[in-house]
């Protein structure tokens, strides 16, 4: 959440926007070295677009180390909104110094142009660094990992690991020790505790564990997450499909992924999806809306077929269509919460084959009590908008006040019967049940509800 | 997602109910010492309830460490019903053995008596340490961490530190080496990396770092894990309000409470939330969603008395009536969408301060183009309806398609507006938009959308 600012940081945004006023640039680089990368974010949406691109243009030039971590660490959609602006040349001495999956996200956003410009800008040996990650299909391990892996042969000794280690500079994350063979096959993984609590001269072979998780660089994004987070893993090695290691998705990518996908599940569940991530046109949102809108739409049309049906019972008693859109909603309403406690159940694992029938039991049950309760709320409410309201005498308000309360109580069952099968179903035939679900039950509330509850009142003035 | 088991699994569950029958506990024990506790668990919902006990039975007799393993990594919900049928003897063995996180967590789910019967039976050191975690409030900082943390004083050499390191046995992620001074309050930190970096004789002081990130045991725990999710840290240290170390939050607990809070989240978003683990009753789950319920009653109820007002509109044009749930409908859909957008754009920090202008205006930009796009089309389907399917001469239906149309162009546009709007003041005010923002949409909607429909055909009406 934006918080505001707080003083500490209104101190720092005014010296930063003075000392760049001023151009006093070793002053402004000593206060931010003295900054948390992910504390800047706040301040950067706070600066002009010339602030911005003013301050990015001198890291790049004095401290591109520095700029890539503040660069990094902004809001989501901020960093390649930056690139763009900044141009290809300071750009380039900033990606240089991202770590390359990094890089790859961000250019990844932009404009194919635009982030082919940059990387002609960048230095060879980073450049394909990054290329050979822009290789891999986005989501996938292959795209997140990092190819930064600090790994040894299996003959080294302790002694010689600890040594390696102490020279090699940075090394991302580096908790686990991977062991390869001749052919930088993955044979085994230490911590580096490990290799503290044992003999200098003992072998890696020796003590490493060998009952190895790994992915591979076509591994789904989710699935790693999922993997990690089940086996408690600070960094999965990913492997090509020849077995080599080539990288490792390390945690902090991980709990990105499981955000990502949260959000992304929240969006689906809505009809609608986290677009493009920089300038989100206007028609690209019309178009990922649609499909959610085309159901509700049809759904709409199917129940405005079924009511038409019944226009000699409206025009009997015309007060009737007063209540279509509780009627209606209320179904929607029950049928929508309990589709979402499905949906949400099966993807947590909460619902699972062993309690199916139990859980379907409880919908039931749930559905059952609250349409009793609203059903009568109804029928009183309708019975005294149709007697007081609209003049109806009591002995005619009365039955059709039953009929309205009765409608409801049904048609919020029969919605609570479709919000807990039909994810059911999607999931037992391999299908999402967050994307399908709720325009489906809403359609088949409308259509339903709108015939029981006509139906009823057409039976019910027959036999009055 | 409860996927079907592999061969291997079924190989694995034959012969765990094989041993079982014939009480080979040996052989048991040694077929479940191979198998990963995490992949266990899938086995487990398979077998019938006295396989079940009877297997654990056996686990807390003979490997309680193994058992422990296991009981942690059982679907939600199963950890706590399987300790029930235990009984308290049995499962004190058990969740002596498991972290006291853990077991604080699993005696939270039961009822007050079971949990204290289990405590009673429980080894009075390991009592002591789930007791003082029960102590802290649920949902924070104090009640997830580990207490187990490695510190070591700051006058220690990296030679002293790597000694304990060896010496102590089981630290829990092992991953940072906490630095205290003589009353236990935290001065630094050093990753094992630090200790193989620096010469033997250093002292801990001269190589720590200070910067250092702590939560204190009150801080909220999804606090807790944006903290470590921004700064990416595999551990949080956690200080009591002395500032003394009274253990961490490790990063597995942080990806726990990551996933609860998304799941909370679209809970939230359908007003119902994810009710009691364990049994959950039938009436808990209606006061739950009720408060969602009375919303869209009280929103229907008033979309009622609205088009009770028209009755003499309806009266001279039946067919309008059918057109009521597609005009609120879509309006619904729409305004809920743009909710969800807005809300989980504040919510992971997408739409800030900075935006909501252009956030705003782009919101309306979609909606004028999707009202104009489907008010067209259901003119031309209430035309198509009207005329063919309720016999309205051309002359008369086309005007009424008109209204028809224009109506949901203008309820969806409402629609929008009240959907992204209601987040961004509810966000000004303090108040959680997820939890409060889609009734009011809805309601929002019923009501003006009823108004616009009937007042603008009661308008025609007057003309024509």
């Excluded at 677009?49 to 003013?54: L, P, S």
């Excluded at 004095?62 to 390649?80: H, I, N, Q, T, W």
């Excluded at 699972?352 to 049950?365: A, D, Q, T, Y």
């Amino acid at each position: 959440m934006p918080a505001p600012l707080d003083r500490r940081q209104i101190l720092v945004l005014e010296s930063v926007r003075r000392f760049l006023r001023r151009g006093a640039f070793a002053h402004l680089l000593n206060l931010l070295a003295k900054t948390r990368p992910q504390d800047f974010a706040p301040l950067y949406e706070e600066m002009t677009e010339r602030e911005q691109v003013a301050l990015f243009r001198a890291l790049a030039e004095r401290d591109p180390e520095l700029g890539a971590a503040f660069l990094v660490e902004l809001a989501p959609g901020s960093g390649p909104g930056l690139l763009r602006r900044l141009g290809p040349q300071p750009a380039a001495r900033l990606l240089e110094q991202c770590a390359d999956d990094d890089a790859a996200d961000l250019l990844t956003e932009l404009e194919e142009e635009e982030a082919k410009a940059i990387l002609e800008a960048m230095r060879p040996e980073e450049k394909a660094g990054v290329e050979q990650l822009l290789i891999f299909e986005e989501e996938t391990a292959g795209r997140i990992m990092t190819p930064e892996v600090f790994s040894l042969p299996e003959h080294y000794t302790v002694s010689e690991a600890i040594r390696e280690l102490q020279t090699r500079g940075s090394v991302e994350m580096a908790f686990y020790v991977y062991v390869v063979d001749e052919r930088n096959h993955l044979v085994g993984v230490l911590s580096l505790r490990d290799l503290l609590l044992h003999p200098p001269d003992t072998r890696l072979s020796e003590i490493m564990n060998t009952d190895l998780i790994t992915v591979r660089t076509d591994t789904d994004q989710e699935e790693v997450a999922r993997i990690a987070a089940k086996y408690d893993l600070i960094a999965i090695p990913v492997l090509d499909d020849q077995g080599r290691l080539v990288g490792m998705v390390t945690i902090d990518d991980v709990i990105d992924v499981l955000r990502e996908e949260a959000t992304e599940d929240i969006f689906r569940m809505a009809g609608t999806s986290e677009e493009e991530r920089i300038e989100p046109s206007i028609w690209k949102s019309v178009r990922t809306r649609s499909p959610w809108l085309v159901a509700t739409f049809c759904g709409g049309m199917l129940a405005s077929f079924v009511i038409s049906g019944f226009q000699p019972t409206l025009q009997r008693v015309v007060g009737l269509a007063a209540f279509i859109p509780i009627v209606l909603g209320m179904g929607g309403s029950a049928g929508n919460q309990t589709a979402i406690v499905v949906i949400r159940g099966l993807a947590t694992g909460r619902i699972h084959e062993g309690v199916l029938l139990r859980s379907f039991l409880r919908e039931i049950g749930v559905a059952a009590v609250l349409g009793m309760v609203y059903g009568l709320l109804l029928a009183a409410g309708s019975f005294a908008t149709l007697h007081w309201l609209s003049g109806l005498p009591a002995d005619r308000a009365l039955p059709v006040a039953i009929v309205v309360g009765s409608s409801l109580a049904m048609s919020m069952t029969v919605a609570t019967l479709v919000g807990s099968l039909l994810p059911l179903a999607l999931h037992r035939l391999g299908i999402d049940p967050a994307i399908s679900t709720t325009p489906f039950v809403t359609t088949t509330t409308d259509v339903v509800g709108s015939l029981i509850f006509l139906g009823l009142a057409t039976t019910l003035l027959a036999v009055l």
